[in-house]
Every structure is written in structure tokens, then in C-alpha cells.
């Protein structure tokens, strides 16, 4: 069946480093892939998506690229603040529902 | 900014008490869903609904029930609770008809306790 891999955590950045969370998965056909973003005592939050090979999905700086030929979907944000600190799940979207990842949760320091 | 609602927000309850966890949704979405989410974040789908007098269960089996009498409300039950059902329980909405590419909008979620 479909399946989300991604990195595990916890993440621990200062402010202004660069993040990367990787993703990859594994799906029959041309899934559609989802970053959500959940904030401490909240529901998820669609950060960005991508519906075919190569699209990129970016959205308040954070940026992923489906990328197809390695079955990955890896967000990246050049320059991370306190306030991206939250739990980051991926997903993909296959046969009308979605998978998710473990979830990777970031913690930004001043 | 997604119009999808849950109440309670928390709830401390004891052993054995009949409870429903309410979902409501404006967007007008034929698809709705729940998951239960635990303590280490692993989100798992155990009931979902494509549209009114449609309910089936998900991945993680649960002693819950849904109903879906009209579009736009898709409550949860449990009618004993008990405290393996501790839990952050998270509703979700979708709308494109039979496409692939929905996107799923989710409330804020209810925190459960039962002692």
C-alpha cells in the first residue's frame, strides 16, 4: 500500500538557519503530495501542496519539490524563525485519501 | 482560511459515560473524515464519510460510531467510554468530487481525557 517516510525528530534550529525535513513515499500512480503544519494545541494547517511530477509548492517561505524520479517531496526554508516551531507532516493523496508521515517536529530558538 | 468546527475543544470525562465529539463544516464539502492522533503525533484515519448516509471505518479500528445525516455535521460517539480512548480526536473535510488532488481542511481538534 502507499506509504510516507519522513525524517525523524525532534529538530532543533537556531533562528535564521536553514531547514531541511526530507520525504520520501511509495504509491501507485500520480499521487498528489501535502505538507501540513500543526501548531501546539491545534488542528493541521495546509502549508503547501504539489499535484504532478516537478511542481513546486511554496507558501510563508517554506518550499518542496515533487520530485518524481526520486519519490520525494522535502521541505526546505532558507532561513527558519521562533515561530515556524510546530510538528510538519507529510502526505500524499491516493485514492481519495491521505496518507501521512510520523510528523518531524521543529524547535526554533532565538 | 478553512470554516471547519469541533466542540468540545477538551474533555475530562470518567469511565464509562456515553460522549459525542461534534464536527461541523460551511464549505459545503461532500467529504468528511476523523482521526485520532497520539501522544506521539501519528496521525491514524478511523472513520470517514463521502457524502450523507455514507459512513465507513478507517485504517485504525475504533469502537466509535459516526452518522451522517446531513452534509455539513459528522459527530462522533462513544457510548462507554474508557481510558484507552484518551486522545486527541481530529476532524477533516474535503471537496473536489472524486478527484484526486483534494486538499483536506482540519479543526482544532478535540483533546480527550477519560479516567
Known amino acids: 500500500g502507499d506509504s510516507v517516510t519522513q525524517m525523524e525528530g525532534p529538530v532543533t534550529l537556531s533562528e535564521e538557519a536553514f531547514l531541511t525535513i526530507n520525504c520520501t513515499y511509495t504509491?501507485?500512480?500520480?499521487?498528489?503530495l501535502f505538507w501540513y503544519v500543526q501548531y501546539p494545541g491545534e488542528g493541521l494547517q495546509l502549508l503547501l501542496k504539489?499535484?504532478?511530477?516537478?511542481d513546486k509548492g511554496s507558501n510563508k517561505g517554506f518550499e518542496a519539490t515533487y520530485r518524481k524520479e526520486t519519490t520525494s517531496f522535502h521541505l526546505e526554508k532558507g532561513s527558519v524563525q521562533v515561530s515556524d516551531s510546530a510538528v510538519y507532516f507529510c502526505?500524499?493523496?491516493?485514492?481519495?485519501?491521505?496518507?501521512f508521515g510520523s510528523g518531524t517536529q521543529l524547535t526554533v530558538l532565538p | 482560511e478553512a470554516d471547519i468546527y469541533q466542540t468540545p475543544r477538551y474533555l475530562v470525562i470518567g469511565t464509562g459515560k456515553k460522549i459525542t465529539l461534534e464536527c461541523s463544516q460551511t464549505?459545503?464539502?461532500?467529504?468528511m473524515y476523523w482521526y485520532q492522533q497520539d501522544p506521539g503525533m501519528e496521525l491514524h484515519l478511523i472513520h470517514y464519510?463521502?457524502?450523507?448516509?455514507?459512513?465507513e471505518k478507517g485504517d485504525l479500528s475504533s469502537e466509535s460510531t459516526v452518522s451522517r445525516i446531513r452534509t455539513e455535521h459528522f459527530p462522533l460517539t462513544l457510548e462507554s467510554a474508557r481510558p484507552s480512548h484518551t486522545s486527541q480526536y481530529l476532524c477533516?473535510?474535503?471537496?473536489?468530487?472524486?478527484?484526486?488532488?483534494?486538499?483536506?481542511?482540519f479543526g482544532p481538534g478535540t483533546r480527550l481525557t477519560v479516567l
Open positions: 477533516a473535510s474535503s471537496g473536489a468530487a472524486g478527484g484526486i488532488t483534494d486538499t483536506q481542511y
Open positions: 464549505m459545503g464539502h461532500d467529504k
Open positions: 504509491a501507485t500512480g500520480y499521487p498528489s
Open positions: 502526505a500524499l493523496n491516493s485514492a481519495r485519501q491521505l496518507t
Open positions: 504539489a499535484t504532478k511530477a516537478d
Open positions: 464519510s463521502y457524502g450523507v448516509n455514507s459512513t
